[in-house]
Every structure is written in structure tokens, then in C-alpha cells.
């Protein structure tokens, strides 16, 4: 199931919870039951919006609002439905495709920091191999993401073919293609075997590299960014 796809269905559940408990929470002389009911269903519709739009965000910015009015339960419960509807259709259509960049990035930067462990404890090969991991499947995630085929005649394309796909209909520049030709160069070198074209230091640079190349934010600008730690020559 797709990160989208996830995010909706978090979404109807909450949506659905209000359908079912909107009797006891818009009940005027409901009592202990309307509380409950009330209070369960904001505290989770807040925590939806908050961990799929995230602080800063116009549904986050709107539900606070919501909750710090001097308002009944019952009310800002209606209210929050329609936060929660309007984030629904927005996640649905697509349009919070930013969100599933930030995931992404968390996702990877999990094993680029278990490829930095690894090579502070000497384990540079290892290392090698698990940022190149990385990389590759962000290639193909960044293949996904602008319609670029990542298979032809039944067979899967290597992570070069993938690169040059990227460069050639401007997902990033020639540089960082470049570049990219040069990590992946590394990775294999780790994974057949070829441990002394390679040092330390290099695999250093390699993690922080491909962490640089994966964040969210050197995607804003791709065709001018110039902050690659590691150019290749």
C-alpha cells in the first residue's frame, strides 16, 4: 500500500469514529459519555492532521484554531471534521506529495545512518554497500515520481539507466549524474569484492554524499544546486 493510500485510510478511520459517535458527542445533556466521546475523537483527529500534514501546515495552523476556541466539544468536533476532509481529498488528489518527500528522506537518512556507523567502526565495505542501497532505491523512487519508466522488455534497469533517465528529462542536472556514476562506481566496487580502490575517507564522503543527495531539500532546486560534497571528476 502506497504512503497515500496509508494516509487515506488513517483518515476514514477517524472520519468514520465521528460518524459513529456523533449521537453521543452532539448530545447536549450527554454527560460522561459525550465527553469521552468528544474528547477520543479530537484528540485523534488532531494527532492525524498533525502526523501526516506535520507542524506549519495550513490543516495543522486550522486545527489549532479550532481547539483553542471558546467553544462546546460538540462544535469543534464538526469543525474538525472538515479540516479532516479537506486533508483527506488533498492527500487523495495527490497534492501533499511534499509530505511523502519528508518520509522518504527519514525513511533513507535510517540507513545512511546505519552506514555511518558502520564506517566509524572500521566496517568501511559494509558501509559502502548499504549507502549505495540507498541511493539505488531513491533512484527508482525519484523514477516513480516523474513518470520515468524503470523497466523495459521485462527487465528491471540497472541503476546507471535509471541516472541517465533522471539527467536526460531534468530531475537533476549533468553534475550530479556525474556524481551519482561516481557512487555507484563505489558501491560496486564494495560489492565485488575490489576493497582496496577504495578507502575510508572515501566512503565518508560517500554517506554524506548520497545523505546531501536524498534530503527533500536538494530537490527544491536541482538544476542549480551546488552543495554536493563530493564532485565528481
Known amino acids: 500500500m502506497s504512503i497515500e493510500n496509508r494516509f487515506v485510510a488513517q483518515l476514514d478511520d477517524v472520519l468514520e469514529e465521528y460518524e459513529r459517535e456523533a449521537a453521543f458527542i452532539n448530545e447536549p445533556n450527554g454527560g460522561y459519555a459525550a465527553a469521552r466521546s468528544s474528547t477520543r475523537f479530537l484528540t485523534r483527529a488532531r494527532a492525524v492532521i498533525e502526523r501526516i500534514a506535520g507542524p506549519g501546515s495550513a490543516y495543522r495552523d486550522q486545527c489549532d484554531d479550532v481547539l483553542s476556541e471558546n467553544a462546546v466539544e460538540a462544535w469543534k468536533a464538526s469543525r474538525l471534521v ?30 545512511l545512518d546505519m552506514a555511518e556507523h558502520l564506517q566509524h567502526e572500521g566496517y568501511k565495505d559494509a558501509a559502502a554497500v548499504v549507502a549505495g542501497s540507498a541511493l539505488e532505491a531513491h533512484l527508482r523512487t525519484l523514477c516513480d515520481q516523474a513518470g520515468i519508466e524503470r523497466e523495459s522488455n521485462g527487465r528491471v534497469h540497472k541503476a546507471d ?6 539527467a536526460r528529462s531534468g530531475v537533476y542536472s549533468g553534475i550530479d549524474q556525474k556524481n551519482v556514476t561516481s557512487w555507484l562506481g563505489l558501491r560496486n566496487d564494495a ?7 577504495y578507502t575510508a575517507d572515501q566512503v565518508r564522503l560517500l554517506v554524506a554524499s548520497v545523505r546531501d543527495f536524498i534530503s527533500p531539500a536538494s530537490r527544491v532546486t536541482p538544476l542549480t544546486r551546488a552543495s554536493s560534497r563530493w564532485r565528481a571528476p
Open 82 to 111: 472538515g479540516v479532516l476532509e479537506s486533508l483527506r481529498a488533498d492527500v487523495a488528489a495527490g497534492y501533499l506529495e511534499a509530505v511523502s518527500q519528508l518520509i522518504h528522506g527519514e525513511v533513507f537518512g535510517d540507513f
Open 161 to 166: 539507466r535509471m541516472n541517465a533517465d533522471l
Open 191 to 197: 560489492a565485488h569484492g575490489n576493497y582496496e580502490s
